[in-house]
């Protein structure tokens, strides 16, 4: 128990450090609308043979506090893989385009979107990480934080990949009810080691089910989080408010990243 506290204190320092960045203003208010989106590919809750790609369509009106009437629905929208295998991704409503059955790939492999959105043509290509596996899963009384000795804190150890720098993302639910904070975090002075990720915001309370997933990512799709959790005060990167680094190429902003996706569901006791 001694040595995971350790390591929820390390992590807890780094946060702290991370919050240092440069960012730099852009106006995103109602009168300079531009298409906004929020793309990922990653493994299908289907099967363990493909990838599921999804795609949300907004403006930058709706930027913060999206709703239906924000959402673009005219758009042909498709995959390529490394290939040259072209697929397309159907329209679902409220601004989503889905395709679950991408052919599984590998490790390091390019995925690009690519279409047209309202006449705008776009495109954007992200790398699929290698996978990172959730270790175990906690809810522990810390006797820190917001809580203190109030309620349980709930933390995901995962161990890092040796020898190259790592991006994840986390998302958590809790008795089923979502949590929508962007969780991020990378191994900066980790590298290699179990990394313990708490969820301090929330509070916990014997025999609550936490559902976690852990993600990875690239480091373009990170910056593009880290910046986003800044506007919206969540994921403790905290900084003066910035548009995000976009990967996308034509007339839109957001970010399209392939992800690995690992989940784990625990009882707190």
Do not use: W
Not at 43 to 51: A, G
Not at 84 to 103: M, S, V
Not at 204 to 221: F, Q, Y
């Amino acid at each position: 128990m001694k040595i995971k506290l350790n390591k929820i204190l390390a992590f807890s320092l780094l946060v702290i450090l991370a919050s240092c960045t440069k960012v730099i203003d852009v106006d995103l208010n109602d009168a300079n609308q531009r298409i906004v989106i929020d793309g990922v590919i990653s493994y299908s809750h289907y099967d363990s043979t493909h990838l599921n790609a999804f795609v949300k369509l907004t403006r930058t009106g709706s930027y913060y506090t999206s709703n239906e009437f924000d959402t673009i629905s005219d758009a042909d929208l498709f995959i390529n893989d490394k290939a040259g295998n072209t697929y397309h991704l159907d329209y679902y409503g409220k601004g989503q385009f889905r395709n679950p059955l991408i052919p599984m790939g590998s490790s390091f492999d390019e995925y690009e979107l690519s279409g047209s959105i309202e006449g705008t043509e776009i495109s954007s290509k992200s790398i699929l990480p290698q996978m990172v596996k959730i270790d175990s899963i906690g809810a522990y009384a810390l006797g820190f934080g917001p809580h203190g000795k109030d309620h349980l804190t709930a933390v995901c150890f995962f161990t890092d990949i040796p020898g190259e720098k790592n991006y994840y993302r986390l998302k958590i639910s809790v008795n089923k009810a979502y949590y929508s904070s962007l969780y991020i975090s990378r191994d900066d002075g980790q590298d290699g080691d179990q990394i313990a990720f708490p969820f301090f915001q929330i509070p916990i309370n014997p025999l609550d089910t936490i559902h976690i997933s852990l993600l990875t990512m690239d480091e373009a799709s990170f910056e593009y989080y880290k910046v986003l959790s800044q506007n919206i005060g969540g994921g403790g990167f905290s900084a003066a408010p910035g548009n995000p680094v976009s990967n996308i190429e034509g007339d839109a902003i957001g970010v399209f990243t392939a992800q690995t996706r690992s989940i784990m569901t625990y009882i707190a006791k």
